[in-house]
């Protein structure tokens, strides 16, 4: 039974729109639309309270977040980091005149394999850029052991991992700082948003200069900073969209499970597995199609098209692919062979809240039932 109407990879979740106009009225009243307003300085405060974080600054996206916290942290030369992510990872260090250097992935977390990166450290490096890949905890006790022998400085792109935790403890603590990105297509979205995770109030402190031009005070500009802040719309909307979260991710975890059951048995999918003690925001569900399938990858995704369900092929092709970067010698395939297969293989399923079960049968039951020709 093919779906009457289109199901794509994600929806955007927004509250109920009566909800955010007293939030508006607020806004044209005080005619306060940006510059660490009120909304703004207490989105800090409750998100901070929200995730288990001491210190964070809003920002006005994530990959200028991330182009924000290579710079507080003046990291200069080569960085290590995973060619399975979204572009803006490799972009950020890019524009920062940085050097990436492409580490292969684990087969079990698709995330930065901490095995592979003290082979790629040379007297350049300066820092590792690692991504909690759908959410999926890196192995972040064993990249800082490594991080802390060589000297290098730890950035997570979080983009993916949004209030995710690891035994309680929240796994934007780790590292030197985190980035998250609170676009329309994440778990936790503010149109357009992110922040970044600070240790202290003073790393906070630089990256709130950074992200107004460098700008002290009337008189001093201290760095040559950019601007990236989030204006007071993206706050209101972040605010109101806090009290939804808890229950949006608990949506979202249903569905997931609904998935787990029923693909389960399915010979040639694996779904990937979450790291014990780890509690996910189910941002993805990412799904592997191998040999021992009838169809490949691209055939289930065509498939499913036909049923007109968009799934989507996250991560593929590689950043380390991309024209801009495959010329580097650490993104030669026989460098990577775990993401290559990764990115050949992965096709992520639509999951948000509203999603419901019976599309979610249905998308079950399409792959149950594939077979080829
Ligand atoms: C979404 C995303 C980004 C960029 O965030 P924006 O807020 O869209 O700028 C960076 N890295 C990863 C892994 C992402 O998924």
């Not at 490949?296 to 692919?321: C, H, M, Q, W």
């Not at 010698?329 to 062979?337: G, K, Y």
Request: hydrophobic share 40%; glycine share 6%; proline share 7%.
């Amino acid at each position: 039974m093919t779906n009457e109407r289109p199901v794509y990879v994600t929806k955007p979740f927004l509250p109920p729109l009566e909800e955010f106009l007293p939030y508006l009225e607020e806004i044209w009243s005080t005619k306060i639309l940006t510059n660490a307003g009120p909304f703004h300085q207490r989105l800090e405060t409750e998100l901070a309270r929200f995730l288990g974080v001491e210190h964070l600054a809003l920002v006005s996206n994530g990959t200028l977040g991330l182009v924000v916290a290579l710079q507080a942290l003046h990291i200069t030369g080569e960085v290590i980091t995973t060619p399975f992510s979204f572009a803006a990872t490799a972009h950020s260090l890019i524009w920062n005149n940085l050097s990436p250097v492409f580490v292969d992935i684990e087969p079990d977390t698709l995330n930065l394999n901490p095995a592979k990166i003290e082979a790629a450290i040379t007297p350049d490096t300066s820092a590792i850029m690692p991504v909690h890949c759908y959410g999926t905890p890196c192995r972040t006790d064993e990249i800082q052991r490594i991080a802390d022998v060589y000297g290098l400085k730890v950035i997570y792109d979080a983009a993916h991992a949004f209030n995710v935790r690891v035994d309680g403890k929240s796994i934007l603590a780790a590292g030197d700082l985190s980035v998250l990105s609170f676009h329309a297509t994440k778990v936790f979205n503010t149109f357009e948003g992110g922040a970044i995770v600070c240790p202290d109030a003073k790393a906070k402190q630089r990256i709130d200069y950074l992200k107004n031009f460098g700008i002290a005070d009337e008189v001093t500009v201290t760095a040559p900073g950019i601007n990236a802040k989030m204006n007071e719309f993206q706050a209101a909307l972040g605010l109101l969209q806090l009290k939804y979260a808890g229950n949006a991710i608990e949506q979202r975890r249903e569905i997931a499970l609904r998935y787990l059951d029923g693909l389960r048995d399915v010979k040639g999918i694996t779904c990937l597995a979450e790291r014990p003690g780890a509690t996910p925001n189910h941002s993805y569900f990412p799904i592997l199609v191998d040999e021992a399938y009838p169809l490949t990858r691209d055939g289930l995704y065509e498939a499913l098209k036909e049923e007109n369900v968009y799934s989507r092929r996250y991560f593929y092709p590689l950043i380390s692919d991309m024209p801009m970067y495959r010329r580097l010698a650490s993104a030669d395939p026989s460098n990577l062979p775990v993401a290559h297969r990764a990115a050949n293989q992965v096709l992520c399923l639509p999951i948000y809240p509203e999603l419901g079960f019976s599309a979610c049968d249905m998308i079950i039951a399409a792959i149950r039932n594939s077979r080829t020709g």
